[in-house]
């Protein structure tokens, strides 16, 4: 089941021109470049979870492009995911990358039920 929303999430994010989005995780290295990532289940009842979700856009490492792709390109993207994820934030944060690099990226967490 998670695949089939990772591939959904992916191809919603994609959809938005300059975005390219996979289902798992990639080394993002340039902007645009996007991974989906499971962030974590809350069980607020017996019956079932709401899985949280973060769609992962890389920003680049110049810091005013980086805020002119957030502010043109993620608001796309929340609206392309309305469909399939309930959006809650989308915040730009450094991340780290397995190399030890950095860069700046934008995280679009949402969630829907299990």
Known sequence: M???VRQELAAAATSVE???CTPTYTQL????QACVRLDRHEYPNPFGAVVHWNVVIC???D???AETFFEAKVPLVVEALAPVLVVTSATPQ????ADGTSVLA????G????
């Open 2 to 4: 998670s695949m089939v």
């Open 18 to 20: 300059g975005v390219v």
């Open 29 to 32: 290295s340039a902007p645009g």
């Open 59 to 61: 920003l680049g490492q």
């Open 63 to 65: 810091m005013a492009a």
């Open 94 to 97: 450094q991340l780290n990358l």
């Open 106 to 109: 934008a995280f679009v967490n």
């Open 111 to 114: 969630h829907r039920e299990a």
